[in-house]
């Protein structure tokens, strides 16, 4: 069973930068990708970024594209969310995901916070 930490949310100005990371942990680690989703309070969880475990290829929602940076770490089973020029539209509990096998994003990690302010 996969298990998914984040860490590396916090507070930033506008204009700011954080980086996400997200750790899997588990035996036998295999997924097909992982992505990176983000939930403002009153509103549905969105999607923010994905990329396929063995290619490396990467898609965007459209509200980060150019700004966010989506990759990943092989040898450590770890993939990173680089957030530049924040905005406070940016502010949310952002939550790491893995589909194992290509149907379904159905791993779910804790949630970090991330707090932008004008």
């Known amino acids: 069973q996969v298990q998914l930490v984040e860490s590396g949310g916090g507070l930033a100005q506008a204009g700011g930068s954080l980086r996400l990371s997200c750790a899997a942990s588990g035996s036998a680690f295999s997924v097909f990708a992982m992505a990176w989703f983000r939930q403002s309070p009153g509103k549905e969880r969105t999607f923010v970024a994905a990329?396929?475990?063995?290619?490396?290829?990467?898609v965007y929602g459209d509200s980060v594209r150019g700004r966010f940076t989506i990759s990943k770490d092989n040898n450590k089973n770890t993939v990173h969310l680089q957030m530049n020029s924040l905005n406070p539209e940016d502010t949310a509990v952002y939550y790491c995901a893995a589909d194992p096998k290509g149907g379904d994003y159905n791993i779910w990690g804790q949630g970090t916070q991330v707090t932008v302010s004008s």
């Open positions: 990329i396929h475990w063995k290619t490396g290829g990467t």
